[in-house]
């Protein structure tokens, strides 16, 4: 059974930093599909923020590309998103999510593995 912890979320004032993580069990990586970070913010459509494709490159959306940082401990199954120079509208619903399909590793529908999600709130 899948399963997928996050923590680290919070209320910071825009300019400060949050790192978050995300522990994984019962997925098996050798399967070399993607892991990564989504958000939702209320009235919005969930969206990719971060992720490890299935060869172990990174991706991001244009608009955190040079704040924030997806990283991974494989030793404890933990996967990372250190969060820097935070702006108000990145607040959201952050949730880590491992891929079920192949796809678009930015793209929601390809994931069917989800964690419950940490709320980032930047004021």
């Known amino acids: 059974d899948v399963q997928l912890v996050e923590s680290g979320g919070g209320s910071v004032q825009a300019g400060g930093s949050l790192r978050l993580s995300c522990e994984i069990s019962g997925y098996t990586t050798t399967l070399r599909r993607s892991v990564g970070w989504f958000r939702q913010a209320p009235g919005e459509e969930r969206e990719g923020v971060a992720a490890?494709?299935?060869?172990?490159?990174?991706r991001y959306i244009d608009s955190v590309h040079d704040r924030f940082t997806i990283s991974r401990d494989n030793a404890k199954n933990t996967l990372y998103l250190q969060m820097n120079s935070l702006k108000p509208e990145d607040t959201a619903m952050y949730y880590c999510?491992?891929?079920?399909?192949?796809?678009?590793?930015?793209?929601?529908?390809?994931?069917?593995?989800w964690g419950q999600g940490t709320q980032v709130t930047v004021s």
């Open positions: 999510a491992a891929q079920t399909q192949r796809g678009p590793v930015l793209s929601p529908a390809t994931y069917g593995y």
């Open positions: 490890f494709d299935r060869y172990g490159n990174t």
